[in-house]
């Protein structure tokens, strides 16, 4: 069973870059997806982007142009980073993984708010 | 506005079936990768079904998935108090070449 914590800051102020950190435990970044999905406080989930074993991204249209999901120098961690954020970027946002067909394995969520 | 459209409740009482819709495209609910997460308050999503038909180990045979063309549906037969949840369709867009979401359909065990 692959077990997923993740952490980072949790309040940030307008422009400033979102970083958040998924390591893996009882697994390895290989064979899967790894993936980051948030859920605006009160509303539904949305697809961030997602990361596979070869190294290659995916990425939602209409964040792309603020997102970077990478692995990290230790081979069972993988990051998400959203620059420019404003308030609508308020959300708690998962880290997930799975094989091409789903996310089955979930982190607990990081409520991140950004607030002047 | 999601890609994917559900209808935003649903309700019954105990031991009753239930079915939620979830409508798209040939691109996302056509294609093979159509999944459905449960959402418990204050909880991470669980996988229920991949593939619009299969489940992972562990989860009840009670939930059951199909697709008919561009629409697909999530079953909940025998309905538990437990089962009250948020309820979401997920889906691979070969257009977009990611994953979009439905609305997510709340479910209320009367």
């Known amino acids: 069973q692959v077990h997923l914590q993740q952490w980072g800051a949790g309040l940030l102020k307008p422009s400033e870059t979102l970083a958040l950190t998924c390591s893996v435990y009882?697994?390895?970044?290989?064979?899967?997806?790894w993936g980051w999905i948030r859920q605006p406080p009160g509303k539904g989930l949305e697809w961030i982007g997602e990361?596979?074993?070869?190294?290659?991204?995916n990425y939602n249209p209409s964040l792309k142009s603020r997102v970077t999901i990478s692995v990290g120098t230790s081979k069972n961690q993988f990051s998400l980073r959203l620059s420019s954020v404003t308030a609508a970027d308020t959300a708690v946002y998962y880290c997930?993984?799975?094989?091409?067909?789903?996310?089955?394995?979930w982190g607990q969520g990081t409520l991140v708010t950004v607030a002047s | 506005q999601s890609v994917l459209t559900q209808p935003p409740s649903a309700s019954a009482t105990p031991g009753q079936r239930v079915t939620i819709s979830c409508s798209g495209s040939?691109?996302?609910?056509?294609?093979?990768?159509l999944n459905w997460y449960q959402q418990l308050p204050g909880t991470a999503p669980k996988l229920l079904i991949y593939?619009?038909?299969q489940r992972p180990s562990g989860v009840p045979d009670r939930f059951s998935g199909s697709k008919s063309g561009t629409s697909a549906s999530l079953a909940i037969s025998g309905l538990q108090s437990e089962d009250e949840a948020d309820y979401y369709c997920?889906?691979?867009?070969?257009?977009?070449?990611?994953?979009?979401f439905g609305g997510g359909t709340k479910l209320t065990v009367l």
């Open positions: 997930a993984t799975g094989a091409v067909a789903g996310y089955a394995d």
């Open positions: 009882g697994g390895s970044l290989s064979g899967y997806h």
């Open positions: 990361i596979n074993h070869s190294g290659s991204t």
């Open positions: 040939r691109s996302n609910v056509g294609s093979d990768y």
């Open positions: 593939s619009h038909t």
């Open positions: 997920a889906a691979w867009d070969d257009s977009l070449n990611g994953w979009v």
